[in-house]
Structure formats: structure tokens, C-alpha cells
């Protein structure tokens, strides 16, 4: 049976007791995009702000200082108790900061261990809760002729705790995917243009159960996503941050479905 995760996209509100709403955190690792699970929906904006230290190159390993933005936007209809349903919506913000290194194993081998530590805070009221996500990402890269083929994996823990409160959640996620590049004809300051496309198949370890108010459990498992992105190679650079690649992706699975704003194939 899998452990209750309270909601990693809702929010919990108990409405005839007059109790406090409680914002699960972990929305903040989930990415860019709309959320929705039985009618219930989250927006997030996540911005992946980071400067590299050091390039990776031969055998040298890369370093790059991470600092995430991210905004949630919490939607949800209260529906005990009242003769007529009420809409709320609650604000939240995070702050992040990590370290990721590039780990250069054979020439299109690397290997990305990162960790973050960061705050989260709902903006109608004194709520916060301390962010920690910590991983292992691994890309590799098979160049072709007129063709870029790029398979990833990763194993991610993910969790929140409140700092005035008992409520906390950790969980693990397994993903692996591929995605095939392609030129896109032009050039961005000198940098060739490219096209690529992405299927990401990701794994819950365990199993989470979402229990909305008023709502069914939901199992989530298993999760599908498949993306567009362009972008240049290399990557354009101002002030020393780099610009991420753009693209549009949705995410299916076990009840959840996503739309997403991605910065690229996640690996």
C-alpha cells in the first residue's frame, strides 16, 4: 500500500471546523506548467535561474550554482458545509539555492549530481516550510549525421516540512527518457538552431496516494510526458547565466494531468 502523500498539487482545507489550509510544498520541484487532478487545479511557474562556475570539459569536472524561483498559483473549491461551493486560491513562493557538478565519464557520458535547500512561503499568512531535493541525473549523448540522440536517466528525493508545524512529506522518483535533435535551418548569435522532441517515462518510489477533501484517493505510480523543445548549440549565454532551451510538453498518468512550459529534456 502506498503512504499517504496529503497533495503534492492540492490543498487541504477543513471548512466547517474553521480549520487552517495547508499547502503541500513539493509543487515547488514539479516544474513550469497547469496541474489537474479531479477538478482540482495548480499553476506553477518555476524559473531555473543558474550560473556556471566551471565548464566541464575532458576530464575536469563542471560546477554551476543553482537558484530557483518558483510561484504557485493553488486552486480549489470548498464544497463541506456550504449550501453553494466556494472558490479559493491561495499564493505561495519558493526560494532555492544548490550546487550541480558535471561529471565528465566518457567523452558523451556525464554524469549531474545536484542538491538544493530552499524556503517556501504562503503570501496570505505565515506559513513556511523548508525545501530539500537532492539527485542523480545521467545523460548521454550518441551525435548522427544530421541527427542529435540523447538518452537520460535520474533518481530524485524530493520533500518539504513545515517550520511551525507537523506536517512533512519526502518522496523518490525514477525517471528515464530519450529525445532526438534536429537542425532547425538558422542561427541565434552565430549558434546553430535546433529542434528536438522527448518522451520521459517516470516512476514514484513508492507509490503516492493524493487525498483531496471531499475526493476520492488517487494512486499516482506511473507518469508519461512528452515534449517539444528548440534551442541553440551551444547554449546562449548572457552575463555568465544560461539561457535554457524552450518547449511545450504534457505530462499524463494515473489520474494526473499536466501541461507544461519545460526548459528542455530534464537530464
Keep these: 500500500m502506498g503512504r499517504t502523500l496529503r497533495c503534492f498539487l492540492l490543498l487541504t482545507l477543513v471548512a466547517a471546523s474553521g480549520e487552517s489550509q495547508e499547502v503541500h510544498y513539493s509543487y ?36 554551476k550554482l543553482r537558484f530557483p524561483v518558483s510561484l504557485g498559483f493553488h ?28 561529471i565528465p565519464r566518457w567523452k558523451s557520458w556525464r554524469l549531474k549530481p545536484y542538491a538544493e535547500i530552499g524556503l517556501g512561503k504562503r503570501l496570505s499568512g505565515n506559513e513556511e516550510a523548508l525545501l530539500y531535493r537532492a539527485g542523480m541525473r545521467s545523460v548521454w549523448r550518441v551525435p548522427r ?4 540522440l540523447r538518452l ?45 522532441a522527448y518522451l520521459i517515462a517516470r516512476r514514484f518510489l513508492p507509490e ?11 494512486v499516482i505510480e506511473n507518469q508519461t510526458e512528452l515534449g517539444l523543445t528548440f534551442g541553440t548549440e551551444p547554449s546562449l549565454s548572457l552575463w555568465g547565466l544560461d539561457a ?19 526548459f528542455g529534456f530534464p537530464f
Design 28 to 63: 515547488a520541484h514539479s516544474g513550469t506548467g497547469f496541474f489537474s487532478l479531479g477538478g482540482r487545479s495548480v499553476q506553477v511557474a518555476r524559473i531555473p535561474f543558474a550560473y556556471r562556475l566551471r565548464e566541464a570539459e575532458n576530464e575536469q569536472w563542471g560546477l
Design 75 to 102: 486552486e480549489f473549491t470548498i464544497r463541506e458545509g456550504l449550501d453553494q461551493p466556494l472558490k479559493e486560491t491561495v499564493e505561495t513562493i519558493a526560494l532555492a539555492v544548490g550546487l550541480e557538478a558535471e
Design 145 to 148: 549525421e544530421r541527427l542529435d
Design 152 to 196: 537520460g536517466a535520474a533518481l530524485k528525493f524530493e520533500g518539504f516540512e513545515l517550520l511551525d508545524g507537523d506536517a512533512r512529506d519526502s518522496y523518490g522518483v525514477a525517471e528515464v527518457g530519450g529525445e532526438i535533435r534536429w537542425p532547425a535551418g538558422f542561427e541565434l548569435r552565430e549558434n546553430p538552431a535546433n529542434l528536438g
Design 208 to 218: 503516492i496516494e493524493l487525498v483531496p477533501r471531499g475526493s476520492e484517493p488517487t
Design 244 to 262: 535554457p532551451r524552450l518547449g511545450l510538453a504534457y505530462r499524463w498518468g494515473d489520474g494526473l494531468s499536466a501541461y507544461r512550459l519545460n
